[in-house]
């Protein structure tokens, strides 16, 4: 049987052997300044609280069980039949229970972290050393990187905008062929490029985003070399 909010304040307080005036001066020390009367309003259905006085009753009168006080006792609340005493015991092995840390919500794990080697497209550049030499950092990265990234690149000039940018680190995964309209990082002429691959009349293409830029055409004298497709 549910209770109106008057009369499960007026029996909480009785319970507690508490006066209107002692459950005022409760609030007050809250920061609920409010009088006597106005208790007796609530407890009357005259008034009824704000959100904030009623969550400030609550802890007043040490009331955990909100549902349960306010609703007679649902079948479902899990202080059902028990009085003020027996509400406190419960609490307080349920505190115990938490203090144990037997039976602790486990921690979320953190996130594992590796290392991955990470060049400068401007610094390979003419080198002709790029994933051979040691011209590059370590970078630690998390889950944000793709699992199957095995190293990154830190992108050097605007020919790749607006989807990739000066600075801009882009994570690779190492392999020897692409797809045509696939996005990889290149070593041709001695230079290292991050550009989009295309098969123009049988001869490779390396194209640029941006349209200021025009096609590097791949001469067969020269080899191309694939580093790896841009994640």
Not at 105 to 120: F, G, M, N, Q, T
Not at 192 to 203: E, S, T, W
Request: charged residues 25%; aromatic residues 8%.
């Amino acid at each position: 049987m549910h209770k109106n909010i008057g009369e499960a304040l007026s029996s909480r307080r009785k319970e507690l052997a508490l006066s209107q005036t002692e459950l005022a001066a409760r609030l007050g020390m809250l920061g609920i300044g409010v009088t006597n009367q106005a208790v007796s309003k609530w407890e009357n259905g005259v008034t009824e609280p704000g959100a904030e006085q009623f969550l400030a009753l609550c802890a007043a009168l040490d009331i955990e069980d909100i549902r349960g006080a306010f609703s007679g006792g649902s079948p479902e609340g899990y202080f059902k039949g028990l009085n003020y005493e027996g509400r406190k015991k419960a609490l307080e092995y349920i505190e115990l229970l938490r203090l144990s840390g037997r039976y602790a919500v486990p921690a979320a794990r953190e996130a594992k972290l590796r290392s991955l080697p990470l060049y400068s497209l401007a610094v390979s550049a003419g080198t002709g050393q790029f994933l051979d030499g040691e011209d590059y950092e370590m970078a630690e990265v998390g889950p944000e990187v793709p699992a199957d990234a095995n190293f990154g690149v830190r992108v050097a000039g605007d020919s790749m905008e607006p989807d990739f940018h000066d600075g801009q680190i882009v994570w690779v995964r190492q392999q020897r062929e692409l797809q045509n309209g696939e996005t990889g990082v290149f070593l041709y002429d001695g230079s290292a490029y991050l550009k989009q691959l295309f098969n123009g009349d049988g001869r490779p293409v390396l194209r640029s985003h941006n349209p200021e830029y025009g096609d590097i055409q791949v001469s067969p004298a020269l080899p191309l070399r694939i580093l790896g497709k841009v994640l």
